[in-house]
């Protein structure tokens, strides 16, 4: 799978998801884009799933019609540290995910 992380997320986490094509927003060129663009941009750049930590994703974006889906974390920071605890579950949903789907993990 095509993954992008969220501009919140850290970057080395990358590293912990083997098997999957990982970029981040900033290394896509995308900083700055509110999540709407951003979704569409990234759909166009061929990415099958989105990962963020950002808990308002869900309730802002109508992810039904995305040819995406969107992988959400719900950690209580940002930090790496927050994250690993969570990587065996973001592999293992990352194996049947959708487009369009919406994915909550912690």
């Known amino acids: 799978m095509r993954v992008l992380l969220d501009e919140c997320v ?3 986490l990358k590293i912990n998801l083997p098997g999957h094509e ?5 290394e896509e060129g995308l900083a700055g884009k509110r999540n709407g663009e951003l979704l569409s941009v990234a759909e166009k750049a061929g990415f099958d799933v989105f990962l ?8 802002q974006q109508n992810l039904q019609s ?3 889906a969107v ?10 540290a ?6 065996p579950e973001i592999l293992k949903r990352l194996k049947s995910l959708s487009p ?5 993990v912690g």
């Open 66 to 68: 995305r040819r995406m």
């Open 52 to 59: 963020s930590v950002d808990r308002g994703i869900e309730f």
């Open 82 to 87: 927050d994250l690993l605890p969570h990587v």
């Open 22 to 26: 990982c970029r981040t927003v900033p």
């Open 71 to 80: 992988l959400l974390v719900r950690v209580p920071s940002s930090r790496l």
């Open 10 to 12: 850290p970057r080395k």
């Open 100 to 104: 369009g789907e919406l994915v909550i």
